[in-house]
T-cell receptor, first 105, second 117 residues
Framework: AQRVTQPEKLLSVFKGAPVELKCNYS??????LFWYVQYSRQRLQLLLR??SRESIKGFTADLNKGETSFHLKKPFAQEEDSAMYYC???????FGAGTRLTVKP | DAGITQSPRHKVTETGTPVTLRCHQT?????MYWYRQDPGHGLRLIHY???????DKGEVSDGYSVSRSKTEDFLLTLESATSSQTSVYFC????????????????FGPGTRLTVL
């Protein structure tokens, strides 16, 4: 099965600090990966997909085939970024365990 | 929000009772999914459907059954609820999956919080 691993269950940073949420995948081929986000009291929603290479809400993620990673990054975290973040492969429906990001004022 | 609703939104039940959760979509998407969300485990797939009357098991399917008699409805049934099934249940839909399209973004419902006492 295609697997993704999010090694950090909790991540806390201060406002304005850089943030990186880690995601590693363990399958070969041409992985296609997504990041989903769940803000408090809201539905899960797609944040970004690697194939589009666009930046959403200041977040970017680069697929690194050498390191088999798809880490989510933002140079300056904001309090409204506090949420649950899930990495997911495109075609296996198995989400990572998620990372809860807290951005402190 | 995509046209996905879940009912009920909250339910408290007792161990051993049957429970049915409903997911309804108005997007005419082919694929529908049921997940449970638990702290430390993230989202785990219970069952999914790739068409009317076509369903398959996910990674945590024991104790759950599903049915899809219409494109728009996907039912999740706990035949005899147990306390370990206390969770938040999410329904999701997508237009396609691997082999058909690279863009199988999933759209999620609002969730159902189920408590089994």
């Amino acid at each position: 099965a295609q697997r993704v691993t999010q090694p950090e269950k909790l991540l806390s940073v201060f406002k304005g600090a850089p943030v990186e949420l880690k995601c590693n995948y363990s399958y070969s081929g041409s992985p296609e990966l997504f990041w989903y986000v769940q803000y408090s009291r809201q539905r899960l929603q797609l944040l970004l997909r690697h194939i589009s290479r666009e930046s959403i809400k200041g977040f970017t993620a680069d697929l690194n085939k050498g390191e088999t990673s798809f880490h989510l990054k933002k140079p300056f975290a904001q309090e409204e970024d506090s949420a649950m973040y899930y990495c997911a492969p495109n075609n296996d429906m198995r989400f990572g365990a998620g990372t809860r990001l807290t951005v402190k004022p | 929000d995509a046209g996905i609703t879940q009912s009920p939104r909250h339910k408290v039940t007792e161990t051993g009772t049957p429970v049915t959760l409903r997911c309804h979509q108005t997007e005419n998407h082919r694929y529908m999914y049921w997940y449970r969300q638990d702290p430390g485990h993230g989202l785990r797939l219970i069952h999914y459907s790739y068409g009317v009357k076509d369903t398959d098991k996910g990674e945590v399917s024991d104790g759950y059954s599903v049915s899809r008699s219409k494109t728009e409805d996907f039912l999740l049934t706990l035949e005899s609820a147990t306390s370990s099934q206390t969770s938040v249940y999410f329904c999701a839909i997508s237009e396609s999956t691997s082999g058909l399209s690279s863009y199988n973004e999933q759209f999620f419902g609002p969730g159902t919080r189920l408590t089994v006492l």
